[in-house]
């Protein structure tokens, strides 16, 4: 695919590092000292090399969903990627799902479930500070573009939620106990509740309110470690610093009394 006037692009120089730049027609992006137009980029396949000025070579890369979210700007703390890729699989965000989640933050995480549940699903974003609402929109729109299956309510969820037959409540938000009820209300059976929290103390807050509402089973919490590693030719080990914490997951899954 060709890069497009007003895309996200990446320039990769030869150590690796990563210098995020939006195309835009008639513009120059200027580096340490050298320059190339905009113009010689738009249009070009994914992957290309270019050469700037004075000579140095770039790598220009669509980039990633996951390089993306860290290099977008922020209004709330992003949900890591790590967690991220967790999130998706252990709250079963499958094509064609209703998903509700609140707060949109910065949009991080929204972006990942919009393309799990593709055109024929629906998230539905509960968020209320107006301006995230928009710094979100304008991170999502950069880098899908028109998203028809996002839809935004400037509401808090603490105060219910207005759809019905949700298949996954997805909470990033401090107090997601207050949730819990208007979750088993909305959610259909077999549908799954998850909250994204930092602390234990949160954690406990939120199993004991899922065990007493009873209709919640399966109740897990999990959290994720990723270790990244150095590997050169006489080298070979783990890097010496990690991200040691992010968040807790917790997922249950509704049930219905009836027989
Ligand atoms: N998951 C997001 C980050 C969310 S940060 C991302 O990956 O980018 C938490 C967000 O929840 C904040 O934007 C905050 O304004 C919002 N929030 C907190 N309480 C809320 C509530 N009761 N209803 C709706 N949004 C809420």
Not at 31 to 55: A, L, P, Y
Not at 64 to 83: C, F, N, S, W
Not at 147 to 174: A, C, F, H, S
Request: charged letters at 25%.
């Amino acid at each position: 695919m060709k890069f497009r006037d007003g895309e996200r692009v990446h320039f990769i120089d030869r150590k690796g590092r990563r210098y995020p730049l939006t195309l835009c027609k008639g513009k120059v992006f200027q580096f340490s000292g050298e320059n190339i137009h905009h113009d010689d980029i738009i249009g070009k396949e994914d992957g290309v090399t270019v050469t700037m000025s004075r000579g140095s070579k770039f790598v220009v890369l669509r980039p990633t969903l996951p390089e993306y979210i860290l290099k977008m700007p922020r209004g709330a703390q992003v949900i890591y990627p790590k967690d991220i890729g967790i999130i998706l699989m252990w709250g079963d965000i499958y094509p064609g799902a209703k998903v509700v989640e609140a707060g949109i933050g910065s949009g991080a995480l929204t972006m990942a479930l919009l393309r799990a549940v593709g055109e024929r699903g629906a998230v539905i974003s509960y968020e209320v500070r107006d301006d995230f609402c928009k710094r979100a929109l304008d991170n999502i729109r950069l880098y899908l573009g028109e998203t028809k299956n996002l839809i935004v309510r400037q509401k808090d969820i603490n105060e219910g939620i207005g759809e019905e037959g949700v298949d996954r409540v997805i909470l990033d938000l401090p107090e997601p106990w207050r949730v819990v009820g208007h979750a088993a209300q909305v959610l259909r059976e077999g549908g799954i509740f998850l909250c994204y929290l930092p602390t234990v103390l949160q954690v406990s807050t939120v199993v004991k309110s899922l065990k007493e509402a009873g209709n919640f089973i399966q109740i897990e919490t999990i959290e994720t470690l990723l270790r990244t590693w150095h590997v050169e030719e006489n080298s070979v080990r783990p890097d010496h610093r990690m991200v040691a914490h992010t968040g807790f997951i917790t997922v249950a899954r509704k049930f219905s009394n009836e027989q």
